[in-house]
């Protein structure tokens, strides 16, 4: 038997897989020359640290193979067998009806005749088409890559994303500090570097690195944090789950109610304005805004002092606690680590979270923000790196087939209409709808304020929805109103292009099989998104470019995306267009050619090697990330989007003041009566939280934080080796169910037993999962992350049914987070739980 | 002469479960023959094990991966028959698949729930740390690759230079069953033990924590003592799992309390409040 070994790059670590006689028979984290690392050092507290010689991938990852051969692959091309495109397309059976096998050539036939018929009848804005959530890597596969090319060349309806993992920061945090270009989380520079040498201690507020790894950089950042527990660095986490980073790093715990998190914020604001133990010069020459926010914090707007006592009440913490905390915060040099990136934990999803954000960046700048060892760093970006060598992500306009240089035409989208992904279903259903702000405005802070309305004017509906990758149903809010949108007759037709069947697929018409990207071309750098989370590839200790090789055949009857988009084009007349005459193969070479790689090594010896470091360099000066603001200094961070950056006002921040702004000037302006984000923050108690009238009828509070072994749905569900992790799923009587943790006393008011079958319900809806009894939430809350990929409801077709999957989704409100911000706060979530009994 | 062993730091383990994945993929679906059947679903060659202890809101969780032990003194060994289970010279512990063939008994002999029957191939099955590839010139088995944090390390007990012995001299080493002797090749550091904590609060002052309070526990062996921290917390760690104690906490100005901490108590005492004795 002969081996080979191909090398590739998962969304969360590169990987070497062996393949035997045309079968993939294992996967490792990649293998390299040893001579390849050049690890970087970390001189701190008279120790040297330095990463071990390895890339660790996230766990998942480790069960690619499993995935690559799951019978969950959508092995043909499928078709409803109640859908007839010259007949009775009977849209209402969505989701219940069963599909056949049709070949390719009909599957071609009827999808590209579809666009062809909606465009000619009702123009390109007709069609709209939705990716998912990095179901996927790679320059060439990547969503903004072979799908965006395709789609702008035919003219599409965009459905823009939102940015629903860190959303409190991306539409409140900006206004406070800027970084939109970041989208409201902070440039992540050296801060591995000044917390080992500086940090007294880290508060992990409601925030898991060790479960979102960085989002992409797998395991990488778990060993810098025994490095500073091992270092006595005392920790500290907020969060009313005890989360895997608090097991991991012990410390102490505090578990404030769902909602309450801007309360003991501003609690803790109290205690050192009333003690006097906060930053007063910084305060005075780096921020604007602190009388008015000290006046609210002592009640002299409303007459209600923020003291430690009146956080005590909300949040259901000690008076006591709430000052022994401030007082140590205000002692030691402390990381504030509210986030991976600075967002992602369940207080900037939900209701208000822009309050909450705001109050983290306003915390910090009251201890001097930028100073050492005081920053707000997720602990998990911010390792040495050479920033001089670029190479583009995803994110960059020249890291997409989309509209890089790699191509000698870039096709714009004649359609200026957009929809907007956490109320798509609200659009469909009841027209028109509007909103501000495009979900990522990485432009300017005011382009959040943009007014978008649909349907556009001269603009028609959408009749036509093509969807690609992933499911939503798992991620999105009350996201059975997407089950509803589906069934309307108002989309004549729906596309399902993906790997797996998941919980959204058999929701479609026609279903076309996509390969994996172990069975096609590519090239990707490991962890670096670039544009908006340039330098990403920070949380990884060694920067690895791989070039990602097919390893297989594309199995069954699936294609790589490119392909079938590259048929579709052929069918409607666009093909030339779409590829130029490029493979797959061909696009991985020019983007290799056009970054700075080729300076470093040939494409010739790229491909054989199937990968390139890029080791931090020996001689590196440390540029702390916001160490130039504290200090009064010109930017001097590699942080390429900061407008400022190189100008005169290089020292400021990109705030309009240029400093943190405690009375947000740009919400002034747009917005200056706005009571739910009004210019500086308050606490606004939560419109579904412990107070609310509904609390009666469902006592319970819902938390839905990103999972541990599944990312964005992906992986869970098509990797059956991951319901083995009973922290993922729990096996009994032979179904792999979603746990929900649920404490000791709840589950005994309710006579609910450790490994019992639970239905979680409200007016939304009814979602069994397992129980897990356990002291690691707070009594009132129910834990259960959010993304699984299986909805499997017990009437399939009924929006409205029992699902057993676990989608625990469909359970949290669509309602958005304020009202004139469009971010979704799925953490906001009353229910009741109950044994269920069949 | 080479004699592999293991040590894993349950300390830094934080129960990311890429140990059982990696060993999943090196084992699923292909027989090393001689050394390994094909694991199929449902055995995990690395188990890991969440601990859960205290009590809302004082909390620790520990995760313990759990591969065969690989014991000098195997039990598994002793229950088999025609030589189906033997030690190499390196010390790995094997089940031979063909002369094991219907032998449950290595199965239920192992203390450590480390040994799975294979219903359909009729066959008992266990770690091996993937000696397939260590003959193959692999320096150490798929769960210690895949570890992010370095707290499953292995390498041979016999070079005094070898990373794992380096790590063994770092921390205290631990059976996994001690009182067992079953001289395995997997040790441990940091398994997690019986703790007692609290918080003690004046009752004149409940608003404020009550910062370096001593507090006293004892038992007929032993004095152990501290002062809670800023919290007003306290903790004793690394505690007798089956000892009585008697906590004491006196504080000048307060009544002095005393609490019976029992090898039955809960690990955290909860909130007790000193009265003022003026």
Known sequence: MTASVFTNCTNAGPISVTVEDGKVTRVRPLVVDEADFRPWTIEAGGRSYSPPKKFNVAPFVLSERDRLYSEDRIKYPMKRVDFDPNGARNPQNRGKSEYQRISWDEALGIVSGELQRVKKAHGPSAVAAMTSSHHNWGLVGYKMSAFSRFFNLIGHTQVLDNPDSWEGWHWGATHTYGFYWRLGMPEPYDMLEDALQNAEMIVFWSNDPDSTRGV??????????????????????????????????????????????????????????????????????????????????????????????????????????????????????????????????????????????????????????????????????????????????????????????????????????????????????????????????????????????????????????????????????????????????????????DVWWSGETRFADIILPACTQLEREDIGEWGEPGGQTKHGNSGCNFRAVVRMQKCIEPLWESKPDYEIFTLLARRLGVEQEYTEGNTDRDWARKFFELSDLPKRVSWEEFERKGYHIINAPAQRKSTPALRWFAEGRACDTPDPANPKRGTDKAHELGTDSGKIEFVSASLQKAFPDDDERPPMPHFIPSWEGHQSALAAKYPLQLLTPHPRFTFHTHYDKHAHWLDEIPGHRIKKDGYAYWPARIHREDAQRRGIADGDIVKLYNDRAQVLCIAVVTERVRPGVIHSAVSSAKYDPLEPGNPRSVDRGGCVALLTPGRMLSKNVAGMAPNSCLIEIEKWSA | MTRYGMIIDVDRCTGCYACFLTCRDEHAGHDHRPVALAQPDGQAWIKVGEQERGSFPKVKVSYVPVPCQHCADAACMGAATGGAVYRRKDGIVIIDPDKAAGQRGIVSACPYGAVFWNEERNSPQKCTFCAHLLDDGWKQPRCVEACPTLAIVFGDLDDPASEVNKRRAEKPLEDLLPKLATKPLVSYHCLPKRFLCGEIVLGDRPDQCAVGIAVTLRNGRQTLTTVTDNYGDFEFLNLDVDADFILSIEHAGYKPRELAASAAAEFNLGTIVLEASG
């Open chain 1, 216 to 497: 992409y950089s797998g395991s990488d950042a778990s060993i810098w944090r025994q490095w500073l527990k091992d270092k006595g660095v005392k920790m500290v986490c907020i969060d009313p789950f005890h989360n895997y980073t608090a097991a991991a790093m012990g410390g102490k715990w505090l578990a404030p109610r769902i909602g309450t998190d801007t309360a003991l914020a501003m609690a803790i604001a109290h205690v050192w304005i009333t003690e006097g133990s906060y930053d007063k010069e910084y305060v005075k020459n780096r921020t604007v805004g602190f009388d008015a926010f000290k006046d609210y914090v002592l009640g002299k707007e409303d007459g209600e002092p923020k003291t430690a006592a009146w956080a005590a009440e909300l949040t259901g913490l000690e008076a006591r606690t709430i000052t022994a905390l401030a007082r140590e915060w205000a002692g030691k040099r402390t990381v504030l680590s509210s986030g991976a990136r600075g967002g992602e934990g369940g207080a900037c999803r939900q209701a208000y979270a822009t309050e909450w954000a705001r109050m983290m960046v306003l915390l910090q700048a009251m201890q001097g923000l930028g100073k050492p060892g005081v920053s707000i760093w997720g602990t998990s970006m911010g390792a040495p790196v050479d920033a001089t060598v670029w190479f583009p992500g995803y994110g960059d306009l020249q890291g997409r087939m989309s509209t890089s240089s790699a191509a000698r035409v870039i096709p714009e989208n004649p359609v200026a209409q957009r929809l907007y992904r956490p109320i798509l279903p609200d659009a469909i259903l009841n027209p028109p709808i509007n909103w501000l702000g495009e979900g990522f405005c990485n432009r300017s802070l005011a382009q959040q304020f943009t007014p978008f309305s649909y349907p556009m004017p001269g603009c028609s509906e959408v009749k036509l929805f093509y969807r690609y990758g992933g499911s939503f149903l798992g991620t999105m809010t009350d996201s059975a109103k997407w089950m509803s949108m589906y069934q309307s007759p108002k989309l004549e037709f729906v596309v399902n292009q």
